[in-house]
């Protein structure tokens, strides 16, 4: 079903360096594997991590919709 599909953010393992995003169905989702990819930071073949970016997603809205203040 289009819709159940989540985001996912692919980083280095080692340094935390976001490598991709990639859209998964929600019951593929993996957040451990034991791949390795790229990074462009470390110059090297690193294991990756993956992490749901809708967590990201949701704190920024937070932010940006925070309201400033009006008073004064
Ligand atoms: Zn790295």
């Known amino acids: 079903m289009p819709g159940d ?6 980083m280095c393992g080692v340094c935390r ?7 998964v169905k929600k019951e593929n989702m993996m957040l ?3 791949a390795k990819v790229w990074c ?3 110059k090297a073949q690193r294991p990756e991590i993956r ?8 704190i920024q809205t937070e932010v940006a919709t925070y309201p ?3 008073a004064g």
């Open 5 to 10: 599909m989540m985001t996912i953010v692919q």
């Open 40 to 42: 462009p930071n470390c």
């Open 51 to 58: 992490d749901a970016a809708g967590r990201l997603a949701a």
């Open 17 to 23: 360096t976001e490598i991709a995003t990639i859209q």
């Open 68 to 70: 400033k203040s009006d």
């Open 32 to 34: 451990s594997t034991t």
